[in-house]
């Protein structure tokens, strides 16, 4: 574990440079230099580390300053306090943008670690871009570039599949003037153009490569252009993707490399399709859910649009643009004011800010004049619709032209009470007729509601007139029967006028003026704008009706009074009775409920009418036929001054198919928790917050921590960070941290603190859950007790680099350690020296003392070594009683008086074994990389150096180091 925290930043996996910053005669930042970077950090900002060290970075990079982001000072204030530091930002010379990471263990030195994140903020953006997208403004040359550039391919196309099963090509990228040229040259049009499918195009493939660009288009491109194409453009391997969403099919998008190059990543290039496909079906779904609204809004006489803001229109619908004399295409999203004077717009836009702002709705009367130049009076209700934040993203508005009857409120108020009763009544047709049927008088206010004039009637009998009607025979039989003695009588009648069809309601009843005479009084009133209302509701009723059908919706209401229950005819349907034989009341409904179900919807029935709240239930029925739906049923009910129901109103929807779909899932949640429960280690889903607050983890953690699953999840008794030990706790974050901004699954080590105290290893392997706009959900994941593996790895470690006898290292280690220091030297230029050492006589102690003393004294030096030696030094036993040292970051000279330190010690120490006194001296030989020209560097010529300085130490007389 020691070893993976304490690595030097040459073996990072990431980009990571070490500076100091420079400060003026103020203290103030004005400039930094690199100490220090990794291979990492070149490959990231393809700058040479050799040739940036001990530079300062306006000289490495002076546009730096033209940066948005204040790099010196944000750097400088790190490095002066302390801490650390975390942002995104763009680097403007490198073209790329960073997630970096800047913290300070000593002042004016700190380190910073880069991760480039250009990729996701591509993909944020292509996120944005899709989000703005609808059906009608879809950009699929902009997708098809984009898609391009992420590929490195040259070209690319773009074919969408049509309800015929044709492929069309909608966009292409790459195409230049010369593929052009050939395009027409050769009379084959590629853009726009049917491809017939072929039987390959399978949802069970969604990408496939092919060898050439003649293999893709056999069968769609006749072979000779195919083969032109592929020699004049030099074109190798070809992609195809195909885009499915949910198994439902949407097209491809097609790639073309030229020969040299071959696909880098194919899992990016599969993610930006994923995008497409839910674009695709998004787009789908609203293309489809606004024509069925087309449709419906279409078909209502009353006007009907709504408001994006108080400036413009969004969708209208036919009787909206009808009234202006133009369509509604030429109206949806244009600017209100294109359609009205000004002095009109100022007062709508008036009304509109109000609705806006105060977030009520507003019914207002509003002089508009219409297309042909008429002034029409308008009642128009606009009703503000509010988002889950509270916020007006649309304002839905009706219109009904109240013209007439404000002209008819404006006669009647210019006269008396009794004129204007009067006046009303001449407003319809009145008619007076002998005992015999005879016409006696005629009154009409307009002459162009009757057939024929005054002239012609009077006299006549009224069966004698030849007007055609469906009512004609009621209503002769209606005049029969008032004579009769019945006291009223009504008939609604149709006539055929020149100017349309005009409807009456007749009112006919008996009077006497002379005693003995009777004569018949007939009123006609025109009730064609009730009927054509009436019509109209009836027409919307059932187009209502059809929507019900569709969704599995029925309609109800309840008269508690009259214990009456009224259903429309998709209820009936729900429970499978035929209309005309089914009236249902609440007996028969609760007859209807599965027996495990009836209790408890007929308590919660009763109590929403007791508590005056609304009612919601999802239960069972049983069909006459013995099959079993489940409906769902809400309702909500109005009541008297007492409290007492009066009305309940609700629907009824079969949720059949959803509540199939949720027993099925819990069947399988069941089997998933088992599954859970029975694999070895604990799984778990939790929150990316920075306690990893569990959601859910399995009961396989007590095994592990000893604490149970239910004292962690929420955090209840305490987090799961607290079981992390506190060494490995930063680690952890940083690595768990990186893969989720990468979007990859990870795998790492660490050690908890079990409730017991004892301290075991895990092995985490998670990964995390992602929404549409690329942010993160939760962390899914598995852990593992590796405790025992990991003591084994340990052992096998530590016995595959140290030697067994001292508890040094052993030679293989050292020099693994010296080849890496060699590589890192060529790049970076820091210094490293290296010293061999030989016991002098040694075989003098082995051969007085025995072999088991000498091994004590090999000990004792090694030690005194170990413990006058830093602890980023190395030492190595190199054979039977010699030792090799690496000395990081120190030259010869200073090396070697290092060295003499250590002789200085051992050789004025006794060393006792068995009451022996045993002293020894050693011979040293040191050399450092800078006794190399740096194309001569390897370590094998540098221990060749140091050994030959050792030989001259041994020849002049030992006890002595040779630099």
């Known amino acids: 574990m020691s070893s993976e925290l304490d690595l030097s930043i040459e073996d990072l996996p990431f980009a990571c440079a070490t500076h100091k910053i420079l400060l003026d005669d103020r203290d103030k930042p004005i400039d930094y230099i690199f100490l220090d970077a990794n ?78 994140v250009s990729f996701e903020h591509f993909f944020s953006g292509v996120l944005r871009k899709f989000n703005e997208y609808s059906f009608e403004s879809i950009d699929y040359q902009s997708i098809l570039d984009d898609f391009l550039t992420i590929s490195g391919a040259s070209y690319a196309a773009f074919n969408l599949l049509s309800e015929q099963h044709l492929l069309k090509t909608v966009a292409l990228s790459g195409i230049g003037s010369k593929l052009k040229k050939l395009i027409n040259l050769i009379g084959f049009d590629i853009f726009e153009r049917d491809w017939n499918l072929r039987d390959s195009f399978s949802v069970d493939n969604d990408f496939d490569e092919f060898p050439s660009f003649s293999r893709l288009v056999e069968g769609f491109l006749p072979s000779n252009i195919a083969i032109t194409c592929e020699r004049v453009f030099s074109l190798g391997n070809a992609l195809r993707f195909r885009i499915f969403e949910k198994r439902e099919c949407f097209g491809e998008l097609l790639l073309f490399y030229k020969k040299e190059k071959s696909p880098q990543d194919i899992e990016l290039l599969r993610r930006y399709v994923s995008l497409v496909s839910i674009l695709l079906k998004r787009i789908d779904f609203e293309k489809k859910a606004f024509f069925q609204n087309d449709i419906l809004i279409n078909n209502i006489h009353t006007q009907l649009w709504y408001l994006k803001d108080p400036y413009t229109y969004g969708i209208v619908n036919k009787s909206r643009a009808d009234f202006f004399n133009t369509t509604p295409e030429l109206m949806n999203g244009q600017k209100i004011s294109k359609f009205m004077k000004k002095e009109v717009f100022e007062l709508c836009l008036w009304s509109n800010k109000q609705v806006f702002n105060e977030k009520t709705q507003l019914v207002t009367q509003e002089w508009v004049d ?10 128009v209700v606009k009703t503000p619709k509010l988002s889950s934040t509270g916020e007006v993203y649309a304002v839905i508005c009706t219109a009904e032209d109240v013209t007439s009857e404000w002209e008819s409120a404006n006669l009647a108020s210019k006269h008396e009470r009794w004129n204007e009763a009067l006046m009303g009544a001449m407003d319809d047709l009145i008619f007076v007729l002998s005992s015999d049927l005879t016409i006696k008088s005629v009154h009409v206010a307009d002459v162009t509601k009757i057939l024929y004039d005054n002239s012609y009637l009077i006299g006549k009998k009224f069966p004698d007139i030849p007007f055609q009607s469906p009512a004609r025979e009621e209503i002769i039989d209606g005049l029969e029967r008032v004579l009769a003695g019945e006291l009223l009588v009504r008939v609604e009648y149709f006539l055929d006028m020149p100017n349309g069809t005009t409807w009456y309601d007749l009112s006919i009843t008996a009077f006497s003026l002379v005693e003995g005479e009777v004569n018949l009084l007939g009123v006609a009133r025109d009730i064609t704008r009730q009927k054509e209302v009436e019509f109209e509701l ?9 929507a019900e059908v569709i969704a599995k919706l029925g309609r109800w209401d309840y008269n508690h009074v009259e214990e009456l229950l009224e259903w429309s005819d998709s209820t009936k349907d729900i429970f499978g009775e035929d209309p005309n034989l089914f009236f249902p009341n609440l007996k028969s409904l609760f007859s209807c409920v599965y027996p495990a179900d009836s209790q408890q919807l007929q308590t919660g029935w009763e109590l929403s009418l007791l508590d005056m709240k609304t009612f919601k239930d999802e239960f069972r029925i049983v069909l006459s036929s013995g099959d079993i739906k489940w409906l769902y049923c809400q309702a909500d009910s109005s009541y008297d001054s007492l409290g007492k129901p009066l009305y309940s109103v609700g629907i009824i929807q079969d949720i059949t198919y959803r509540k199939n779909i949720e027993l099925a899932l819990e069947s399988n949640q069941r089997q998933y928790q088992n599954l859970v429960e029975n694999i070895p280690g604990a799984v778990f889903i939790c929150e990316n917050d920075n306690k990893w607050t569990m959601r859910y983890v399995s009961d396989g953690i007590k095994d592990i921590s000893g604490y149970e699953s239910a004292s962690l999840q929420g955090n209840r008794d305490l ?5 992390i030990h506190r060494e490995d706790k930063d680690k952890v974050s940083d690595v768990i941290s990186k893969m989720l901004d990468e979007k990859k699954m990870y795998k790492i080590f660490y050690r908890i603190i079990c409730k017991d105290n004892q301290i075991k290893w895990v092995a985490e392997y998670g990964q995390g859950e992602y929404d549409l706009d690329g942010k993160i959900i939760c962390i899914d994941g598995l852990i593992i007790d590796i405790t025992e593996q990991k003591r084994l790895e340990d052992k096998i470690l ?15 280690y050292f020099f693994e350690k010296l080849d890496n220091n060699v590589d890192k030297f060529k790049r970076t230029e820091m210094v490293f020296s290296v010293a061999i050492i030989d016991l002098d006589l040694f075989k003098f102690v082995n051969d007085s003392y025995g072999h088991l003393a000498g091994d004590f004294v090999l000990k004792e030096v090694a030690y005194c070594f170990l413990r006058h030696l830093r602890s980023y030094d190395v030492i190595a036993r190199y054979g039977g009683e010699e030792f090799i040292i690496f000395l990081d970051n120190m030259a010869r000279a200073e090396a070697c008086r290092k060295i003499e330190d250590v002789l200085a010690l051992v050789s004025s120490k006794d060393f006792i074994y068995n009451n022996n006194k045993i002293s020894v001296t050693f011979s040293g030989g040191v050399c450092d990389v800078f006794d190399f020209e740096i194309d001569e560097i390897s370590s094998e010529r540098i ?9 001259q130490a041994k020849t002049s007389g030992r006890n002595r180091i040779v630099y």
């Open 39 to 116: 291979k990492e950090f070149e490959k990231m900002t393809g700058l040479q580390v050799k040739k940036i060290l001990g530079i300062n970075v306006l000289s490495v990079l002076p546009d730096i300053s033209q940066d948005d982001f204040d790099w010196i000072g944000v750097y400088g204030g790190i490095a002066l306090n302390g801490g650390s530091k975390e942002f995104v930002t763009f680097s403007k010379p490198l073209n790329r943008w960073f997630k970096i990471k800047v913290f300070s263990n000593e002042k004016l030195f700190f380190t910073t670690i880069f991760l480039d």
């Open 370 to 379: 219409n297309g042909d130049g008429n002034r029409r009076l308008l009642k």
């Open 538 to 546: 009836q027409a919307q009723k059932d187009m209502l009706s059809e």
């Open 719 to 723: 987090a799961y960070v607290d079981l």
């Open 798 to 812: 530590e016995l595959s680099i140290k030697d067994p006898l001292l508890d040094i290292y052993n030679r293989r």
């Open 943 to 951: 221990t060749e150096k140091a050994d030959k300085r050792l030989y």
